[in-house]
């Protein structure tokens, strides 16, 4: 995608041009917004400041606009370097400064669209939420599409004084935006949007229109809202991860668009405003480490202490993850054991119960019947299909196993003035909401019954009774790896394992603006204060509350320390006593699919041991990417470092051994790895290896002794790969002491 505007004086030369002057064609040149690494050791001591050598660099070139009209932002916490609208001749201009480290032209994004805490066990009397007062004190910071500040979900009742740490703003000069003790700050970064022509006039304040930036902030931190519910829905009190957290947003997102100039300004605001967690639940395609700015902007805050957590992304297949450098926690989602549901009673007194989220307590009784008396295209309710004068008021079977096609089907049924339906349907991806006529939607394989029973009664075949808005919980299997999250390997770098975790992503509720449609009656749209939304975009936020109350429990905790205790704790067993499974397929997944597994919040709390990573661990982990020292420079923002002697293993939970089916080659990967004792300060852990099929592992030494807390120990691990494995096989390394820690690392085997 390109939007350009054109420098005015060539303007005038082109408009001589179509007045038929015989001129030579001069150069065109589109102005396109670039993101500009600079060395900031070559500011000259007469620039007080690195902005205003920006803007002379700026000024220096040929042909500048104004530098006011060129500069969007200037970089100095994320990043080090600016964002400019610039030409090409330009371009090559800032390339020969001895200060200029990389450049590239801005990319666009996307975002990665309350039983939840008690689904993670999280208690009021005991555990993580007794422990950190509900996250008391923490700061999240949201990159998002803004919030709404009147939600009930950001009411400051019982919130302690905001932080006298805290150097963030709230820009409330526009729309009668107010912050409060909850959320504590709200800025706007919109100006690559608006340099690209995209911007929707509303969005000079942080108001959130989009709703996702309202959802993914009060799913982190909302406050207790008793009664919420979307329609009936999923009621009860809504309340974020850490509830006593505060919340500042910083918008990135206008009319849907995301530009990385953008982010990049929020996440370097973030960092010098003094934020403790930022969330990010959006990402542009995969690149290297070094042009990602999501992954530049989150090493620097990893190294001032602050965690990242960002979403895997919603590419559901294999190989797809974003947001996966490793120093970030990437997040895929999960399911609820919620399901919201609708029942029918047959003529024959056989009751069916399938999905439904029609918004209205509905209750059809004693209607006919309709399934095209056998007839398999009249049945398929595709737009057209239907006949009114055959179905009017009648309750319509639509036996069709097409993904995406159920909305299609209602609207028909709606068209048809069908009393409602039945739908049947091999897969469904966000859910069964913002269908225009009352339905019900079953797996094709149950709908046997219901077509056998439509048949065999044929004209007299009549429905008794259906009823809508029940919810229920206690669905099993639960969790399941939602179908959209994005899957391993990482296709930047399968040798680190992502995604890190899962948490809920698959309808959700949380607080949404009141302006945006989530439902449909009919030819109104509904608005609610609370709506279920799905996508990693609403696993992350989970995980970035898990964050905020590990942080208040454990203040002197390194993100690194916190992503290690969310994964060795994390449960691989689903609520039915097996292997997570996927929910496309119903089949046990790998930690391709779910990573370390779903968090579970009080045991992260008490993990025993942690994986710690310094910046020295993140340096070295570079230096064996093999990156130029240009490279090595954009990412570190320093012109020094040092590649240790000693090795690139990065200090990881996890473990990826990736062999080449070629016998020649080696079948034998060693790992070293450092663990730290946080429990208690005499702990003696055993090494219990569980392997499948196909690998082996072997662990040196196998007892890990520990005579006072913070003790670290090392130890090696050697995966070996036999030479009938599989494609994928995994296992799990586990270091369990007299306490019952269990401190949990999968190991996956990879034969390409
Ligand atoms: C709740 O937290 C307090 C203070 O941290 C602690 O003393 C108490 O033991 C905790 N209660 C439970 C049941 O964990
Ligand atoms: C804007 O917020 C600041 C605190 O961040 C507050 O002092 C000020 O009164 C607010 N202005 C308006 C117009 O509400
Ligand atoms: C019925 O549907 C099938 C499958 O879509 C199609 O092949 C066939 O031509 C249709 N028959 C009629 C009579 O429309
Ligand atoms: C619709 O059904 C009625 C009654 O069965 C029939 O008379 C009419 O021809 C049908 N219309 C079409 C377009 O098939
Ligand atoms: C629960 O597990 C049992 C035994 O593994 C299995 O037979 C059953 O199908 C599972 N139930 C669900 C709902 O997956
Ligand atoms: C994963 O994706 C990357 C780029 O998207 C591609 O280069 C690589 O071959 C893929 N790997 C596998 C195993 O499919
Ligand atoms: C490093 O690699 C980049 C490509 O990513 C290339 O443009 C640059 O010239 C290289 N720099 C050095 C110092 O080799
Ligand atoms: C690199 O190592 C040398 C020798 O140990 C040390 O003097 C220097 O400060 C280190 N540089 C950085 C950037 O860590
Ligand atoms: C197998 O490995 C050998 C030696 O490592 C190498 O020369 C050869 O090209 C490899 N073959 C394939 C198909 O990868
Ligand atoms: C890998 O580890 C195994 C077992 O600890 C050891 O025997 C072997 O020498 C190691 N190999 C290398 C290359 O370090």
New binding site residues.
């Given amino acids: 995608m390109s939007f350009c505007y054109y420098h005015l004086r060539v303007l005038s030369l082109l408009l001589f041009l179509f007045l038929g002057i015989n001129n030579a064609m001069p150069e065109l040149e589109e102005y396109k917004t670039y993101i500009v690494h600079m060395d900031h050791s070559h500011k000259p001591s007469s620039f007080l400041t690195h902005e205003s050598w920006h803007r002379a660099t700026l000024r220096a070139l040929s042909n500048p606009v104004d530098d006011k009209e060129m500069l969007l932002y200037s970089y100095n916490h994320a990043m080090q370097g600016f964002s400019a609208r610039l030409t090409p001749s330009q371009v090559s201009e800032i390339k020969k400064s001895p200060a200029h480290i990389a450049i590239h032209e801005e990319r666009f994004g996307r975002l990665f669209t309350t039983h939840s805490p008690q689904f993670l066990g999280l208690k009021h009397s005991s555990g993580l939420w007794n422990a950190s007062s509900y996250g008391e004190g923490v700061i999240i910071g949201m990159i998002d599409s803004g919030v709404w500040p009147e939600s009930e979900s950001f009411n400051e009742k019982g919130m302690p004084p905001i932080p006298t740490r805290w150097k963030g703003k709230c820009q409330n000069s526009t729309s009668h935006f107010r912050c409060n003790k909850k959320l504590i700050g709200a800025q706007v970064f919109i100006k690559g949007i608006q340099a690209a022509g995209k911007t929707d006039s509303r969005d000079d304040s942080p108001r959130d229109f989009l709703g996702h930036g309202t959802h993914t902030s009060s799913t982190a931190a909302g406050n207790h809202v008793p009664g919420a519910s979307q329609f009936g829905y999923a009621k009860g009190t809504a309340r974020g991860i850490a509830p006593r957290a505060h919340v500042a947003m910083y918008k990135v997102s206008s009319g849907g668009y995301i530009v990385e100039s953008d982010v990049l300004a929020a996440m370097d605001q973030a960092v010098a405003d003094g934020v403790d967690i930022m969330s990010l639940s959006l990402g542009f395609d ?1 690149t290297p480490y070094f042009q990602d700015i999501i992954a530049i902007a989150s090493l620097s805050a990893i190294e001032k202490g602050i965690v990242v957590v960002c979403s895997a992304g919603n590419d559901g297949a294999p ?1 797809t993850t974003h947001n996966a450098a490793p120093w970030i926690t990437t997040v895929g989602a999960g399911t609820l054991d919620r399901s919201f549901s609708a029942t029918v009673t047959l003529g024959n007194d056989l009751t069916f119960e399938g999905k439904s989220e029609f918004p209205d307590r509905v209750i059809v009784g004693d209607t006919p019947l309709y399934y095209g008396k056998g007839d398999f295209n009249k049945t398929i309710c595709s737009y057209g299909a239907l006949n009114e004068s055959e179905v009017f008021g009648k309750v319509v079977i639509c036996d069709n196993t097409n993904r995406f096609s159920i909305f299609e089907q209602a609207d028909e049924l709606a068209r048809v003035s069908a009393a409602a339906g039945i739908l049947m349907e091999a897969w469904t991806l966000y859910g069964v909401d913002g269908l225009s006529i009352p339905s019900l939607v079953l797996p094709t394989s149950s709908g046997a019954l219901i077509r056998k029973y439509a048949i065999g009664a044929a004209g007299e075949a009549k429905v008794k009774i259906m009823r809508f808005v029940l919810t229920s919980f206690g669905t099993k299997p639960a969790p399941q790896v939602a179908e959209f999250s994005s899957k391993g ?1 990482d ?1 930047l770098n399968p040798n680190i394992l992502k995604p890190d975790i899962i948490a809920p992503g698959v309808r959700v509720l949380a607080a949404v603006p009141p302006i945006i449609p989530v439902g449909i009656l009919g030819n109104h749209e509904l608005a609610s204060d609370y709506a279920l939304f799905s996508g990693t975009s609403m696993s992350a936020p989970h995980v970035a509350g898990v964050a905020a109350l590990l942080k208040a429990v454990h203040p002197e905790w390194s993100p690194a320390a916190i992503r290690s205790a969310l994964m060795t704790t994390a449960d691989t067993i689903d609520n039915n006593g097996t292997t997570l499974t996927n929910e496309l397929t119903n089949l046990p997944g790998t930690p391709l699919d779910f990573g370390a597994g779903h968090i579970n919040p009080n045991k992260a709390m008490n993990p025993g041991l942690i994986y710690d990573i310094d910046w020295q661990g993140y340096v070295d982990f570079l230096c064996g990417l093999g990156y130029n020292d240009t490279e090595m420079r954009a990412i570190l923002r320093q012109s020094q470092w040092n590649c240790s002697q000693e090795g690139t293993d990065l200090n990881y939970p996890s473990f990826v051994a990736i062999f080449s089916k070629n016998a020649s080659s080696p079948n034998v990967k060693n790992f070293t790895r450092v663990v730290t004792n946080v429990g208690d300060d005499q702990s003696v852990y055993q090494a219990i290896a569980k392997t499948t099929n196909g690998m082996s592992i072997i662990v040196e030494p196998t007892t890990l002794t520990f005579t006072s807390k913070y003790q670290k120990q090392s130890y090696v691990v050697s995966v070996q790969m036999d030479g009938k494995a599989p494609p994928v096989a995994y296992g799990y390394l586990n270091w369990v002491d007299q306490n019952s820690h269990i401190v949990a690392s999968p190991v996956v085997v990879l034969n ?1």
Avoid: T
Wanted: hydrophobic fraction near 20%.
């Fill in positions: 995969q190989n390997p296709p390409f």
